[in-house]
């Protein structure tokens, strides 16, 4: 049987583009995980829109500043001139979004927006809430724990995927078009506040077959997740919280970032990130989340799951500061596509959400335009699809199918020095001669005789590296400085 789609990924992009679908099509969605492990579920802050036709601008010039102009602009402008429109089309088909007390959509604000134009769902569990509607939509057939290990492409033409059912098994699914919205490359890195579904091999897929990565050194580090937990994947504390009047204060109550920017608090997530872990190694001081601005019961009320996910840890808030440090949280990188959300190069295969580079994020994401992102391009990706009705001829595809080993005994080890370098060298602050190391580690890993996934992970660091090599100079989350450390072992 050939598929009409096969989606790759069950987040916010890949489920959307399944709703739009029409439900006389043949569809498979590929879940690597369960349904809800996806970086989608763990949004917290809400989605960010232009309230009105006089917002448009405004949001353009926001998301610009915040990327440094590095941004497509065109990218840029499509993305907030549609933003209204599918906000009303998810409302319409019934999402539910938070409404103030005259019963309007009740905006709210975070760092580097110039208003109020963040909407947000069951407080603080935007993502979430979002991802269950999707899910209640989704009609399609949906097969979980299938980690995709391929994509069958022959003259820019792509004949659908290959995929593990479990350890051993591989399974093939042809299509007349395939849509990636596998989402970004958090699990290489030591400490984020992503999914650990999200390990990029399908950008090492991309890499592989000599399609386009852009950007790929612009890695997005999110400043507040708590400090102290012993697991990889940070709890996050949404930028909501600062925007509605949490700030940053050293173990001495001292309101430093001001002396780096300001804004503040509500710099751009680069500066706030960078300032943190700057004033951290030259005064030694521990840095907190303070709420003291609160009250108890609007802020159960606003934050109801960040309140209850605190309080498991110990926290009784807001009464409490909370110990923070960055993590890795974003890719504003990752597999080129245009403007349609067609991965450049191809005439059938797609790529939408963080998985994608729109241009749209530049150098540096402003918050809350990510879930936007995958709502607009996803919707863009489809209509493009149904209007082209691309159909392949699997007697063509005639290259054979290679069956992979998924993991072998020599990849845990590799695997956490993979992610302890591209935390330590391609983090937040980077210096030329430790990235270059970095890559012929990575090079060196890539001539042993590893399982298949841990391969697709490090091509994506290696394209990570390369393009951190490539870019000399300073660029919003890309920040380069005169230092040099370097002290991963050699396995």
């Given at each position: 049987?050939?598929?009409?789609?096969?989606?790759?990924?069950?987040?916010?992009?890949?489920?959307?583009?399944?709703?739009?679908?029409?439900?006389?099509?043949?569809?498979?969605?590929?879940?690597?995980?369960?349904?809800?492990?996806?970086?989608?579920?763990?949004?917290?802050?809400?989605?960010?829109s232009a309230v009105d036709e006089s917002d448009i601008p405004v949001h353009i010039k926001d998301t610009l500043e915040a990327g440094v102009n590095y941004n497509d602009k065109e990218a840029v402008e499509l993305l907030s001139k549609k933003s209204q429109s599918t906000i009303k089309n998810l409302i319409d088909a019934g999402m539910k979004f938070d409404l103030n007390d005259k019963g309007e959509l009740a905006y709210t604000k975070e760092a580097a927006h110039s208003r109020n134009r963040i909407l947000h769902a069951d407080g603080d569990a935007t993502g979430r809430m979002m991802h269950i509607f999707l899910l209640e939509q989704c009609e399609h057939e949906i097969v979980t724990q299938a980690v995709v290990c391929d994509l069958l492409i022959k003259d820019d033409i792509c004949y659908g995927v290959q995929y593990f059912v479990n350890e051993t098994k591989q399974k093939v699914a042809y299509a007349h078009n395939t849509i990636i919205a596998s989402g970004g490359v958090g699990s290489i890195y030591r400490y984020h506040t992503n999914s650990t579904a999200n390990a990029g091999e399908i950008q090492g897929i991309i890499a592989e077959k000599g399609l386009a990565l852009k950007d790929m050194e612009m890695m997005q580090f999110h400043p507040t997740v708590v400090r102290g937990t012993s697991f990889a994947r940070k709890p996050l504390l949404s930028e909501a919280l600062r925007g509605?009047?949490?700030?940053?204060?050293?173990?001495?109550?001292?309101?430093?970032?001001?002396?780096?920017?300001?804004?503040?608090?509500?710099?751009?997530?680069?500066?706030?990130?960078?300032?943190?872990?700057?004033?951290?190694?030259?005064?030694?001081?521990?840095?907190?989340?303070?709420?003291?601005?609160?009250?108890?019961?609007?802020?159960?009320?606003?934050?109801?799951?960040?309140?209850?996910?605190?309080?498991?840890?110990?926290?009784?808030?807001?009464?409490?500061?909370?110990?923070?440090?960055?993590?890795?949280?974003?890719?504003?990188?990752?597999?080129?596509?245009?403007?349609?959300?067609?991965?450049?190069?191809?005439?059938?295969?797609?790529?939408?959400?963080?998985?994608?580079?729109?241009?749209?994020?530049?150098?540096?994401?402003?918050?809350s335009n990510s879930l936007l992102e995958g709502l607009v391009f996803s919707q863009i990706a489809i209509e493009n699809s149904l209007k082209e009705d691309f159909k392949i001829n699997q007697e063509n595809y005639d290259k054979p199918i290679i069956e992979y080993i998924r993991n072998k005994e020599i990849d845990k080890d590799l695997k956490d020095n993979l992610r302890t370098i591209m935390w330590t060298h391609a983090g937040i602050v980077r210096e030329h001669k430790a990235l270059e190391e970095s890559l012929k580690v990575i090079e060196e890993y890539l001539k042993k005789d590893v399982g298949r996934l841990l391969f697709l992970r490090l091509l994506t660091a290696k394209a990570i590296l390369k393009a951190a090599i490539n870019r000399k100079e300073s660029l919003g989350a890309h920040y380069i400085q005169n230092w040099y450390f370097f002290d991963i072992k050699f396995t």
């Open positions: 049987m050939i598929y009409d789609y096969v989606i790759i990924g069950t987040g916010l992009a890949g489920l959307n583009a399944a709703r739009l679908i029409p439900k006389n099509k043949r569809v498979l969605i590929l879940c690597k995980m369960s349904t809800w492990n996806c970086n989608t579920f763990w949004a917290q802050g809400g989605i960010a509605e009047g949490a700030y940053i204060v050293d173990e001495n109550g001292y309101r430093f970032l001001f002396d780096y920017h300001k804004d503040g608090e509500l710099a751009p997530r680069d500066v706030v990130s960078r300032s943190i872990f700057d004033y951290n190694k030259k005064t030694g001081l521990g840095v907190y989340l303070s709420f003291e601005t609160f009250e108890k019961k609007a802020f159960k009320l606003r934050f109801p799951n960040i309140y209850s996910n605190l309080k498991e840890l110990g926290y009784d808030l807001p009464f409490e500061r909370v110990p923070i440090s960055p993590a890795f949280h974003y890719s504003m990188g990752g597999i080129d596509v245009t403007m349609d959300g067609k991965v450049k190069g191809m005439k059938n295969l797609y790529a939408i959400g963080e998985a994608a580079c729109t241009g749209v994020h530049g150098a540096n994401r402003l918050a």
